[in-house]
């Protein structure tokens, strides 16, 4: 039985020393290796640092799934920020009450999303412009969590008897279900997961 990792970037960090050049990720715009996602990841978490993230500080995802998200992700990680995914199935109002309650310091959109925000009125700053995601400034005033929690992200409800609330997950509980998942239906390298489900959605985990 493998431990369970302290933080959840570690096990694509174990993958790309073992199997660097393997296939990790599959979309619409091409193959990736576990390296080349990697490196994504470093430059992501060297870009939240420029721009002077703090530890347990939020990352808001509202995007399509995309490779770069997933890259987000782990960048998060590395930088000890917690990510909260949104679907961008989600309507952008929708997507402002989780940002008003979660205070992020930046806010990852793709090109779609991240229109709809601001013509809804979210006052955001375009720090970083690619293909598949922009980043936004939203605040450098939100309130800090406690280290000691470790957690990882925050996934919240569908709000349909009310407004949405956020469940907080710590690196060490999503690493059990990683492994006892993984263990349970005996997963192994040579195995492709087809992932379905969206980002905020407890089952992305498992994917």
């Known amino acids: 039985m493998n431990s369970i990792k302290k933080y ?3 096990y694509l960090e174990q993958a790309g020393k073992s199997d660097g050049d393997r ?4 979309t619409t715009s091409g193959s990736y290796s576990y390296r080349q996602v990697y490196d994504m990841v470093l430059k992501y978490e060297n870009f939240f640092k420029e721009n002077q993230i703090r530890s347990t500080e939020r990352v808001i995802i509202y995007s399509s799934k995309n490779v770069s998200s997933i890259a987000i992700m782990a960048a998060c990680s590395r ?4 990510y909260v995914p949104i679907s961008s199935a989600n309507p952008a109002p929708r997507a402002i009450l989780i940002i008003n309650e979660t205070e992020p310091h930046f ?7 991240g229109l709809e925000l601001i013509e809804a009125g979210l006052n955001i700053n375009l720090l970083l412009e690619e293909d598949e995601i922009n980043i936004y400034f ?7 969590l406690k280290e000691s929690d470790n957690i990882g992200f925050i996934l919240f409800t569908s709000g349909s008897t009310g407004n949405p609330k956020g469940v907080i997950i710590s690196h060490a509980a999503a690493g059990a279900f990683i492994q006892w ?10 195995d492709r997961i087809a992932s379905i489900a969206p980002f905020n959605f407890d089952l992305s985990v498992f994917d």
Do not use: F, N, P, Q
């Open 8 to 10: 959840l970037h570690e």
């Open 23 to 26: 296939t990790y990720v599959k």
């Open 79 to 82: 930088a000890k920020a917690i």
């Open 107 to 113: 806010v990852v959109c793709d090109k779609l999303t």
């Open 138 to 144: 939203y605040t450098d005033s939100g309130k800090l």
């Open 181 to 190: 998942s993984s263990e349970e239906m005996g997963i192994s390298k040579v």
